[in-house]
């Protein structure tokens, strides 16, 4: 594919080697620097801003620019409130997103938070996952994106493009940024969930200090400028050009096959793949990766077709749950742990971002897979022959991938919850394998958490040990590379509780007595047969640009290394969602084979009790285990 659009400005927020944010706050400011003001595109500007304050007023839509033909209109708009971004983009009920304005002001208060040389006939990157209502806001997000000048726009074919194929995209085509449509593993369908995540240039989730730049910019919007255009067919690949602006419609998933193509060794795993001897199955959960499970999967690497379930993304994801875990992803579970299981299984989420990895009758759980997958890249995968320049997890993920980076002398590092808290550690050098604890796996071959190449890290490790087993031969399974892993290094056991859809008011009142429990604890305190070490409320400098996040997690930690976290979840759309996650290591190789539920009981025993949760939200059980 050949672009034709030469950036003329610089991008934004660059990745530079000392991570120093370019970022200017203000692009109200920007936009009366002397620089731009000289240059030709400036008049454009110039003549948007005079014309603006003349149709401010008025009450319905007033044209307030003609620029190489496009008619720009500034549509009066005011505040709504409740448009603040979680953990990874903004997420709401999708009637919620329908409403008036509602998304156009959420877009045109970024453009309003971004300076415009970092998006003024720049390009832009927009992919979604398929979901309900995708259609139409890719119609509205690509107007706005016209009526704030810029160049072009890279939209995937019916609007589907995947979280790590736009990250992909953002970065091999150079581009600006990019949106992401979709709210992840959250249900879709008219009552359930839509979302919008903002990627910058290096194809990493917008950092808190842009997003709460949007966010202030909702509370005072008063105009939303958009481009009058007709709406451009998604459904066929190809070019539209409008004036100075342009869309055109790709392939989502050929740039993402090259890059897999370059990180793996592709004819290793077809080898394991096409072996009668090795069955996998891939269930997309009628979400993104459905797009990309057979031109990689079967096309490519040699898979039966009919190890794909799920595979056609469908607006409502089939009535399911897309998210890859032992609760929603039932349908994988019941076959792996069924008779005659395939060898390897493996799930993702609406997105494409999370996956989960199974063997027969054996689930993986996501801290140990990064755990594995870092200690065995160097031999298994090609992109990181010279070995990985360091590793991060999330702070709730177990510490087993502590024991690696500890074991392979690698820098080590651990951040909040969220995966734009990775990209100024990969932009300096400094990390190439993380993971979170929540399905999220991935390296720096992008800025994203990326599922499938989590599922091909796994299939490569597979095919690396395997490679030289006769016909006949007893194959290294995921359960064998599993427990070698754990006698060599000790085993984390590692549960998650998750009380979804709270009362808001009784789980903020837990977190806040947590919080005050934190300040009176003294390390020495005895709870029940634990001694603590230390407990506190996770606060991360970030080690590139200094920047702060605090309060990211209530944390209970004790002298043997068990650790106790509370958190709330900031991807719902209704109530709140309690986290609780229990650790505790275990050296000894005759107790790694225990179920982690048992292993953990006094554990989470003790984490029910702590935190009073039955008293403050009157729940008996968790709606998920992980
Ligand atoms: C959850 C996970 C977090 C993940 C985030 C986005 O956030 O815990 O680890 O990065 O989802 O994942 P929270 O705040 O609900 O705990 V995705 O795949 O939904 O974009
Ligand atoms: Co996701």
Redesign the pocket.
Known sequence: MAFSLQLNSPPLLPRSPCGKKLFQPSGITRRSSPSLLSSPRSLFTRQTLRTHSIVRASSSPAAIAEPDGIKINSVPSSPIEGQKT????LRKKVKVFMQENYLANWIQALFNSLPPEDYKNGLLVLGGDGRYFNKEAAQIIIKIAAGNGVGKILVGKDGIMS?PAVSAVIRKRKANGGFIM?????PGGPEYDWGI?FNYSSGQPAPESITDKIYGNTLSISEVKMAEIHDVDLSKTGITKYGFFSVEVVDPVSDYIELMESVFDFQLIKNLLSRPDFRFAFDAMHAVTGAYAKPIFVDKLGASPDSISNGVPLEDFGHGHPDPNLTYAKDLVNIMYGDNAPDFGAAS???G??NMILGKGFFVTPSDSVAVIAANAQAAIPYFHSGPKGLAR?MPTSGSLDRVAEKLNLSFFEVP???KFFGNLMDAGKLSICG???F?TGSDHIRE?DGIWAVLAWLSILAFRNKDKKPGEKLVSVSDIMKEHWATYGRNFFSRYDYEECESDGANKMIDYLRDLVSNSKAGKKYGSYTLQFADDFTYTDPVDGSVASKQGVRFVFTDGSRIIY?L????SAGA?I?IYVEQFEPDVSKHDLDAQIALKPLIDLALSISKLKDFTGREKPTVIT
Do not use: L
């Open positions: 979680g953990t990874s983009g979280t979709s709210a992840s593993h959250n995540k989420d609406g997105d971002d999370r999330s919850t969220g995966w979170e604890e929540s999220g958490k958190r979840s900031g991807t719902g969602t986290r």
